[in-house]
């Protein structure tokens, strides 16, 4: 078959402001990213694609929020949520409802890493340090609950992604010490 092309980038933002961890919402119609507010927060935002037009996507807020990720029917969002010194819990919140399920990443300076929902949107896979250098992938229920450890590996693992038949998760990982 023939190679096609990919179309010209299109710049979508003109603020200048750092951004990251673009995720389009299941609708197809925005795109959610992580935006540098200032050094010391960051924010979700929601562009709209047809309009152009940008907002706070989870308003009033005072703590960083980023990593958003959705669930595949558009009912849940979670993201990684800095409750302060460094510690970083997982929240989920039921888009119709509003009501926010939260999964506390323990003491210390402990911080949920790269939420993604499974296909299903039954549960949310997370990385998350362990005693140590190391870091496993984990899974909690949509309620943030019934935490399940996936791995238990001498490596640092992290960006869990499902296959698309939720059998499977491709992650990122230094178990070959590269």
């Known amino acids: 078959g023939a190679f096609n092309h990919a179309a010209e980038p299109q710049r979508l933002t003109t603020d200048g402001k750092l951004k990251f961890d673009p995720q389009f919402t299941p609708d197809g119609k925005s795109v959610v990213y992580t935006m540098e507010l ?3 927060l960051r924010c979700l ?23 958003a990720t959705f669930s595949a029917d558009g009912r849940f969002y979670a993201c990684c949520h800095n ?32 939420p993604t929902f499974a296909p299903d949107g039954s549960r949310v896979v997370f990385a998350l340090p362990e005693e140590g250098v190391n870091q496993q992938l984990f899974a909690v229920d949509a309620r943030a609950e019934n935490r399940v450890a996936l ?22 990982s230094t178990r070959d010490g590269n």
Do not use: W
């Open 83 to 114: 409750n302060g010194n460094l510690h970083i819990d997982l929240y989920i919140k039921q888009i119709a409802t509003g009501e926010i399920a939260k999964y506390n990443a323990g003491g210390g300076f402990a911080g949920v890493r790269s």
């Open 45 to 67: 935002m929601r562009l709209d694609l047809a309009s152009g037009k940008v907002e706070r996507f989870h308003v009033g807020e005072n703590n960083s929020e980023f990593s």
């Open 38 to 40: 200032r050094p010391n």
């Open 151 to 172: 791995m238990k590996d001498e490596g640092f693992n992290m960006c869990p992604s499902f296959a698309p038949d939720g059998r499977r998760i491709a992650f990122a």
